[in-house]
C-alpha cells in the first residue's frame, strides 16, 4: 500500500515546531535530510536552522575545526570535523559538532575541577579550542548566577571559565 504524500507546508510546519535547544532538535534535522529529496530540502532550509544556531552560539559564532595537541581530543575534534569544505553539508556538520566541543571542554573543566595542582595543560587545552568554539561554553559558565545545574562546584566552575 503506498504511502499518502505529506504536503510540504505540513512538513515545514512540523519541523518549525522542533525546539532549538533540544539536543535531539539537530539529529532530527539530519535524519530528515536523508528521508528524500523533498525532506533534505525542506531541513536544510535557513529558517529552521536559524533558531538553533542562535541558540547555540553567542555572536553568531560557529565552531570551527581546529588542531589541539592533546591526542585524544585531537582524535574527537577529527571525528567532529570529517569533511573540511566549505559546502552546505559542511555547515551542518559544523553545527553537529557543538556536542562534541562542548564534551573535549567539559573534560579539561572537569580535569581543573578535579586536580589540585597541574592545572595549566587543562587551561592551555581549553584556549587551544580557540575563541570560536570555547567562548560559548566559557560564557554560559562565567556569567550563571544560580546553583541549579552544577549544585556542588558552580562557583569554581564559574571561576575557572572566566579565567580560561
Not at 518549525?16 to 530528515?32: G, M, R, V, Y
Not at 567562548?135 to 572566566?162: K, S, V
Request: aromatic share 10%; charged share 25%.
Amino acid at each position: 500500500m503506498p504511502v499518502p504524500a505529506i504536503p510540504p507546508e505540513l512538513v515545514e510546519a512540523i519541523l518549525k515546531e522542533l525546539p532549538p535547544s533540544d539536543s535531539a532538535t539537530i539529529p532530527t534535522l539530519l535524519a530528515c535530510t536523508l528521508v528524500s529529496h523533498s525532506f533534505y530540502w525542506i531541513a536544510t532550509q535557513d529558517m529552521l536552522w536559524s533558531p538553533i544556531a542562535r541558540s547555540c552560539w553567542t555572536f553568531g559564532r560557529v565552531p570551527t575545526y581546529a588542531r589541539l595537541s592533546n591526542e585524544e581530543d585531537q582524535r574527537e575534534m577529527k571525528l567532529a570535523f570529517p569533511l573540511q569544505q566549505a559546502s552546505r553539508q559542511y555547515i551542518l556538520e559544523r553545527i553537529a559538532a557543538r556536542r562534541t566541543i562542548k564534551r573535549i571542554l567539559t573534560r579539561h573543566l572537569e580535569a581543573l575541577l578535579a586536580e589540585p595542582s597541574n592545572k595549566i595543560p587543562h587551561v592551555l587545552a581549553i584556549a587551544e579550542l580557540g575563541e570560536t568554539n570555547a567562548m560559548p561554553f566559557l560564557d554560559d559558565l562565567a556569567f550563571m548566577e544560580d546553583d541549579e545545574l552544577y549544585p556542588d562546584d558552580w562557583l569554581a566552575r564559574r571561576y575557572w571559565a572566566r579565567q580560561a
